[in-house]
Structure formats: structure tokens, C-alpha cells
């Protein structure tokens, strides 16, 4: 299994830790710009790193984070006990990190790059958000046209979240599988790292479906891979739909799920580096399933 730590191998001569920071954008799904009320599983406090805040985390997600260098201050902190990376990496998690005025977009990544140690940047984003100037800007700071020998270096994950355009209006997604297509070729056609981010278990999907993503994800020009097994998270249309008829639902049990895993695994190309195959949501915003498992004790069930 292509791990991501060997595909960052490949970039850095050393072990680089990601700080994951909230650069308080929004999301054009949530504020009627594509749609209202998000995607139906989405709550983006599960996400958000405690010490985002000043002042502590808003379980409903909507406190006013620190600054970037604040942020990432109080990260470095946060990993102090688990040594001393080779170099940093700026990750910008929380809602659409592409969606803005390219000036304030550029501002941000800049401040977080010019922070001791930080050697690049990871940006989550939509695949419908990617407007041809930042595309460009990305281009000449980080891709083909950047200087070489000392460019920083740059992933975009594209939240696709499925391959099945049916699922995606049925999450009130906002985008199609084309546009994803799409926003992983302008990207690589512009030298940028793209990674892709999927979610197994949404509602109606089969484990035919599952497969398909795989050979789907496999034929776009991606480098890394985030799985997340459905998971029902307070605050959410979800959680509501849940609590209707828990029965229209079928949440993993950790066995099912490694067996899926295990099936997709071996229908994805394998020069595609798996970054994550679990999530695990705070337990405080957790509906189900609670496997009451760590991530790495997940991680046995996939053994032969």
C-alpha cells in the first residue's frame, strides 16, 4: 500500500507535519452563491483544530478563528511532543480554502508560507471553485512556471465526495463529477499536486458503486487520497434525516468498512498515495456510528 508519507518522501529529505488551519472563507453552497444549508452531512466544527480559536472551539463551527500565524504558532506547539519535523505544511482544511478574491486567497497562503518552517501548503477546496486568475497565480508560485530549486510546495485536494452525479445531487452537493474532472486537469496541466477526497457509505450507494469510484478516481490525474466512511455528525440535514428513519441508512460497522476498503484499495491505481482510509469526528459531535476505535486500531482489521 502506497503510503502518503512515502509519496512526501519523494519531496522533502525529511518527516514533515502538517498543521491544519481555518482561514475563516466560506463556502458558495452554504451562502446562496451555488445553494443554501451546505452539504447534507457538513459540519465543519468536526473538523476544525481546537487551537483555531482564541477562545475555544463553537461546536457550531461559527467562532472567528485566530490569524494564520496565530494558528500555526499554536500548532506548533500543539506537535511539539512528537519531535521536530524536517519542515511544516500550512493545511488549509475548513470550508472552501479557493473561494474569494484571489488577492485576499493569495494573502493568506503567503502569510502562512512566510511562517518559520513552513515548506508548503495542503488546500482543501470544491472543484467548482477554482477561478482561472488563482489558477494561474498557483501556476506561477508553485507549478510549471515557477521558478525551480526553491518553489514551494503546493497539494489541492478536490472534495469530490462521489463519482455518481445522482449522489451528489442526492447530498445537495452543488457540483457534478465533470467539474471534478475538470478542476484535477486544469491543475495538473498546471504542475500542481491534486489529491481527492472521497466519502464510502453515502446514502444509496452500493459496493458497486464503491468500486466504480475507484476505477473512476484511478483514470484522473491525482497523486493522494483521503477515504471518510459516512458518518452521521450534530448540527446536520443528516443527522436530521437520521434521526426520521434510521432505517433508510447503513452505517458501517468497522468490519464492513475494512472489507470495503480493503476491495477499493485493490481497484485504485497503485501510484495513488492513501493519505487517510478512516475519519474519526469528535465525540461530542458524533451521532453513529461510534466504533469507540482509534484510528490506528482500525488500521489492524486491514492486515491479511
Known sequence: MYTIA????????????????????????????????????????????????????????????????????????????????????????????????TDKLIALYEEALSFPGVAGLVIATRPDCLAPDLLDSFQRRFGNLAPQGNKPFLLVELGIESTNDETLRRINRGHDFASAVEAADQLHSRGIQVGAHLILGLPGETHEDFMAHAHRISKLPVSTLKLHQLQVIKGTQLERMYAADPSAFHLFTPQEYAAVVKDFVANLRPDIALDRLVSESPKSLLVAPDWGLKPSEFSKLLAP
Open 6 to 101: 512515502r509519496y512526501f518522501d519523494g519531496f522533502f529529505p525529511g518527516k514533515v507535519q502538517k498543521i491544519a488551519v481555518n482561514a475563516g472563507l466560506g463556502c458558495p453552497n452554504r451562502d446562496g452563491t451555488i445553494g443554501s444549508g451546505g452539504c447534507i452531512y457538513c459540519n465543519n466544527a468536526a473538523f476544525n483544530p481546537r487551537y483555531a480559536y482564541e477562545n475555544g472551539l463553537d461546536p457550531l463551527g461559527d467562532a472567528v478563528p485566530g490569524s494564520i500565524t496565530r494558528q500555526l504558532q499554536k500548532g506548533v506547539e500543539f506537535f511539539a511532543g512528537k519531535g521536530t519535523p524536517y519542515a511544516y505544511l500550512a493545511y488549509f482544511q475548513s470550508y472552501t480554502n479557493t473561494y474569494g478574491p
